[in-house]
Nanobody
Framework: QVKLVESGGGSVQAGGSLRLSCAVSGFTSNSLCMGWFRQAPGKDREGIAAMYTGGSNLRYADSVKGRFTISQDRAKNTLYLQMNSLKPEDTGMYYC?????????????????????WGQGTQVTVSP
């Protein structure tokens, strides 16, 4: 059974950093499409980062490019999102998502319905 469990959210002041983790289990293949989405209050869920297993084909939304880094520790079956230079507009619920190929990462970042497996989310709050 596929299971994704996020952790690492919290409250931080603008300019600060957080690292989100997503424990991944239950997949029958090591070749996976992996991503992070976020949802701010009153807004649609937004794709912000994605990658193929092993850290290839990295994709970022313009809103986080240069500040956020997606990565994976394959030995720990964990996906990460390192978030630096946080801004109040980064506030929201953050979700990890993992799926089997084909990845089509650019398209998946624009269309959340193309990812089928989701974690429960972890809240990030950035104060001015």
């Amino acid at each position: 059974q596929v299971k994704l469990v996020e952790s690492g959210g919290g409250s931080v002041q603008a300019g600060g950093s957080l690292r989100l983790s997503c424990a991944v289990s239950g997949f029958t293949s090591n070749s996976l499409c992996m991503g992070w989405f976020r949802q701010a209050p009153g807004k649609d869920r937004e794709g912000i980062a994605a990658m193929y297993t092993g850290g290839s084909n990295l994709r970022y939304a313009d809103s986080v490019k240069g500040r956020f880094t997606i990565s994976q520790d394959r030995a720990k079956n964990t996906l990460y999102l390192q978030m630096n230079s946080l801004k109040p507009e980064d506030t929201g619920m953050y979700y990890c998502t993992v799926d089997y190929p084909p990845c089509l990462l650019d398209e998946r970042l624009q269309r959340q319905e193309l990812f089928y497996n989701w974690g429960q989310g972890t809240q990030v709050t950035v104060s001015p």
